[in-house]
């Protein structure tokens, strides 16, 4: 090895560039597929041609205001919760972690279901699910506060493990009472509404549509944890560890539950309880060598939304004209492709050649 | 050398849960030197490490570092100040050893995204004195339990703090390494007018590297002293509730064995 142990290639920059370029090059194709596909097939040189268009016509029209608004919100769905997951996965430092384990999906269905119980649809579904996401994190917040978050002056940090354990448990449990709630709606409700509850369950994007306003919290959420990439880093390897290098454990912990809540919240509120996407991708990114979160958390943004761009796609073709709800797509595809990665990385790392 | 109190304590009580662990402590440490904290199990020496980094809240009694109380220093500061070896090693997610050394710039970073060509350099230097060269690139938990300890020793080094808080230094260590690692940090504290603290169960090391020693008796007494004054027989048994025997070799180095 070389005489300076810890070069350029230890920190990986030019891994990282390849990752994101690479990333981004598939988030592009991705667009290009889910714009082409449903349906009616449309070659890519007809995206190509309509996509920026202001030439009214049939292909334009689909284009333009069907699928575009249906790309968009599940590529900012995508990478909303994916982001969510590496940060809950950090946070929690459990890698079975998800954007949903703390509750915020189940809150969120059951003001949803109960508003299609009543009969309303649309915006009104979207609303309360983002109200019933909202009240399940300040509950989780309320009931862990003082022994999963202290504030003050960062004394309180060596109860640390546990303070994790309290917060995951308190989220788990609660997310138990959520689901026994779903049930109860969706054994007393008619049949006309069992299918839309199933599908909002499932996580679906058939009546989505995201603006600005998701892709600028999305874009919020990337800054401010890039921001704190590093504190990141130091934290997954323990929250004792993390506070002898001077970082503020407790601040940094409200921050992270806070942010990666409200980015799960946005998610839900536009296409239901998508699965998968936030388990899955920080794990394939891990493996695939970007554990340092300055490369981890733009690469799995990219990625799930390139992830449910796909998915998305094959929900609308599958069975077409018949549409299936992406988030049984997600594991579908997710899966099988995780497990093969999985084992692939399982090889490599106990190869002998890994070992110097 | 220079004469600065780089810690000291002013009647500090720790206690845990309603068990007092220690009472009315008072010590300083000065620039160079090093103190050496031993007892039985339980005794405290981990929670008086622990309470020196703001880790765990003292009961009462005032912690001094360098000119200022320790409550009034920022927690970057205080790590740039002070830096403490863990007795559990933390793999709780995948890294390399590379990354984890670097890791301990962490406080002197003046980038929130760039490692300087001063930080790697630190690294490097720091994987370079624990013998470790070789293992940059590879992963954390493909690693012995004392090649680990060689690691978490050298991220301490490449923090680069005033004072080392060591707990259990030896812990999984061969011999030859027990030795070598101290005494890296031995030179270190020479060198840079650093101060080191070390809680160990290994007589013999504390009695070969440390100047002072704070024997813990485990009733919230302690005893504290010159290394000579407070290693001896009686002291010993009476910390321990084991006979241990001092053998000295004729050039003024004692060994300590139970009897």
Redesign the interface.
């Given at each position: 090895?070389c005489?300076?142990?810890?070069?350029d290639?230890?920190?990986n920059q030019g891994f990282a560039l390849r990752l994101l370029l690479a990333l981004t090059v598939l988030a592009a194709v991705s667009f290009l597929v889910s714009l082409g596909s449903g349906s009616i097939d449309l070659a890519y040189s007809t995206v190509f041609q309509h996509l920026f268009s202001s030439e009214p016509g049939f292909e334009q029209q689909i284009i333009q205001e069907l699928r575009l608004p249906r790309s968009l919100a599940a590529f900012v769905t995508g990478a909303l919760l994916a982001l969510a997951g590496v940060i809950m996965q950090?946070l929690l430092?459990n890698?079975l972690a998800d954007p949903y384990i703390l509750g915020i999906s189940g809150g969120a269905a059951v003001a949803a279901l109960a508003v299609i119980l009543l009969g309303l649809g649309g915006a009104w579904i979207a609303n309360a699910a983002f109200i019933g996401a909202m009240s399940s994190i300040l509950i989780v917040f309320g009931l862990s506060h003082g022994f999963g978050f202290g504030f003050g002056?960062?004394?309180?940090?060596?109860s640390g493990q546990w303070s994790t354990t309290r917060l995951l448990l308190t989220g788990v449990v609660l997310s138990a009472g959520w689901g026994a709630l779903i049930n109860i709606l969706l054994t007393t409700s008619s049949n006309d509404n069992i299918h839309s509850m199933l599908f909002w369950l499932m996580g679906d994007l058939s009546q989505s549509s995201a603006g600005i306003l998701e892709f600028l919290i999305l874009a919020a959420g990337l800054l401010l944890s890039l921001?704190f990439?590093?504190?990141l880093?130091?934290l997954?390897?323990?929250e004792?560890?993390a506070?002898?290098?001077?970082?503020?454990v407790n601040r940094l912990k409200l921050l992270l539950y806070f942010s990666a809540s409200l980015l799960t919240a946005t998610a839900v509120t536009i296409a239901g309880s998508v699965g998968f996407v936030g388990l899955i991708i920080p794990h394939m990114l891990?493996l695939a060598g970007a554990?340092?979160h300055?490369i981890l958390l733009p690469s799995a943004a990219l990625l799930g939304g390139s992830f449910l761009l796909l998915a998305d796609s094959a929900a609308r073709t599958v069975i077409a004209p018949r549409q299936l709800p992406v988030g049984v797509l997600t594991a579908l595809i997710g899966v099988p492709v995780f497990l093969f990665i999985l084992r692939r990385s399982q090889r490599i790392?106990t190869s002998p050649g890994?070992?110097? | 050398m220079r004469r600065d109190a780089i810690l000291s304590l002013q009647s500090l009580s720790l206690q845990i849960a309603d068990k007092r662990l220690c009472s009315q402590l008072s010590l300083s440490l000065q620039a160079g030197t090093s103190l050496g904290i031993l007892g039985r199990n339980g005794t405290g020496k981990t929670t008086l490490l622990?309470a020196l980094?703001?880790?765990?809240?003292p009961h009462s009694g005032h912690i001094r570092l360098a000119d200022k109380p320790l409550?009034q220093w920022s927690?970057?500061?205080?790590?740039?100040l002070a830096?403490?070896l863990?007795q559990h090693n933390?793999?709780?997610?995948?890294?390399?050893v590379?990354?984890?050394?670097?890791?301990?710039r962490?406080?002197h970073?003046t980038s929130?995204?760039n490692?300087s060509t001063e930080d790697?350099?630190a690294?490097?230097a720091a994987?370079?004195a624990m013998g470790m060269?070789?293992f940059?690139?590879?992963?954390l938990s493909?690693l012995s339990g004392g090649e680990r300890q060689r690691v978490a020793l050298a991220m301490l080094l490449c923090?680069n703090p005033r004072l080392y808080l060591l707990d259990e230094p030896s812990n999984h260590l061969d011999i030859a390494f027990q030795i070598r690692s101290l005494e890296i940090f031995q030179q270190k504290i020479r060198d840079n007018g650093a101060a080191l603290c070390m809680a160990t169960h290994d007589i013999n090391l504390a009695a070969r590297f440390c100047d002072t020693v704070l024997l813990l008796l485990g009733d919230g007494h302690s005893l504290y002293g010159q290394t000579e004054q407070v290693l001896t027989e009686t002291n010993l048994a009476k910390a321990y509730d084991c006979e241990i025997r001092k053998v000295s070799d004729g050039s003024g180095r004692n060994y300590f064995f139970p009897a």
């Open positions: 090895m005489a300076a142990c810890i070069d290639d230890t920190v950090v430092r890698p002056t960062g004394t309180g940090v060596e921001y990439a590093r504190a880093n130091a997954a390897q323990g004792l560890l506070s002898a290098l001077g970082i503020q891990r554990r340092d300055r790392n890994d070992r110097n | 622990h980094v703001r880790l765990h809240k409550e927690q970057r500061e205080l790590a740039c830096g403490i863990f933390l793999d709780a997610m995948p890294i390399s590379g990354e984890l050394v670097l890791m301990g962490h406080p970073h929130f995204w490692d790697k350099e690294a490097s994987l370079t060269n070789d940059a690139r590879r992963q493909t923090q």
